[in-house]
């Protein structure tokens, strides 16, 4: 049971290291929102401290396709 506890801790803090590097490139102040720019926040948070070694991960080509409803 603790070593669940301390796994969850490390993610946490990975996480929020993820996010402490989006915010230091100003992803956030971005109004433009696309595809692009909400998968390059989410792999900059899930990169964690890799970020700081170097990592830059960046969507650049986004096609996401929305199903329509039906009629």
């Keep these: 049971m603790r070593g669940s506890g301390i796994l969850g801790t490390i ?6 290291i993820g996010v402490f590097a989006a915010y230091q490139r100003d992803y956030f102040k971005s109004s433009e929102t696309t595809c692009a720019t909400a998968g390059t926040i989410a ?5 964690g401290p890799l970020n700081y070694a170097g990592a830059n991960p960046k969507v650049t080509n986004c096609n996401v396709k929305v199903p329509q409803p039906s009629q």
């Design 43 to 47: 792999l900059t948070v899930v990169a």
């Design 11 to 16: 993610v946490l803090i990975w996480l929020l």
